[in-house]
């Protein structure tokens, strides 16, 4: 299977703990998003990086949060002192920019709960 | 704060009926625009995208899209049971280098055997 993988599927952790996810997009494709929802919304986007360089971040995006594509493959995605609001569906998906339109394909998600 | 609307729902359908979902962005510069399907649980899967005015078919599905009116809907015909999921509409995020895609909440839609 070539599609975007992420890992783990499921984390529960305590308040004030850090958690770490980790994304494999396509592997041809040069972009890589970030996205956050919650139950009844649609995604929110969070980052996306183009090969290795992280060309934007979301205001929704607090100091706590962090994302990495070091080589420009794989991304990691950190959140530290982890808060119960902080409890979403993180999606990461990737596309191969070019032309007028961008078509993103999504992983299958990391579920975090934060207890 | 630009915004992409749609109806919550639930939107119910009889079997064999045609559905249509729609959205409307609050983003003139917006150029594409996409429709994915979630089911419950799982991630979004991109069903087609749009860019130019007009319709736009694949399969059981046509997309539709009026830039004057702002306005993106997706037609689904003959819907089957396993159609029954939440239908997103996405508009790519424009200007100063922005990518990525704002999402409405969307349709959750029922397709009636």
């Known amino acids: 299977d070539t599609g975007v993988s992420q890992d783990p599927r499921h984390k529960i952790t305590k308040r004030g703990q850090n958690v770490t996810f980790r994304c494999d997009p396509i592997s041809e494709h040069n972009r890589l998003y970030w996205y956050r929802q919650t139950l009844g919304q649609g995604p929110e986007f969070l980052t996306y990086?183009?090969?290795?360089?992280?060309?934007?971040k979301s205001r929704l995006l607090s100091d706590r949060f962090s994302a990495e594509r070091p080589k420009g493959s794989f991304s990691t995605l950190e959140i530290q002192r982890t808060e119960q609001g902080d409890s979403a569906m993180y999606l990461c998906?990737?596309?191969?920019?070019?032309?007028?339109?961008?078509?993103?394909?999504f992983g299958q998600g990391t579920r975090l709960t934060v207890v | 704060q630009k915004e992409v609307e749609q109806n919550s729902g639930p939107l119910s359908v009889p079997e064999g009926a045609i559905a249509s979902l729609n959205c409307t962005y609050s983003d003139r510069g917006s150029q594409s625009f996409f429709w994915y399907r979630q089911y419950s649980g799982k991630s979004p899967e991109l069903i087609m995208f749009?860019?130019?005015?007009g319709d736009k078919e694949d399969g059981r599905f046509t997309a539709q899209l009026n830039k004057a009116s702002q306005y993106v809907s997706l037609l689904i015909r003959d819907s089957q049971p396993s159609d029954s999921a939440t239908y997103l509409c996405a508009v790519n995020r424009s200007g100063g280098g922005a990518d990525g895609l704002t999402f409405g909440k969307g349709t959750h839609l029922i397709i009636q055997p």
């Open positions: 998906a990737s596309s191969l920019a070019h032309g007028l339109v961008t078509e993103a394909f």
């Open positions: 749009i860019y130019s005015n």
């Open positions: 990086f183009q090969n290795e360089a992280q060309l934007e």
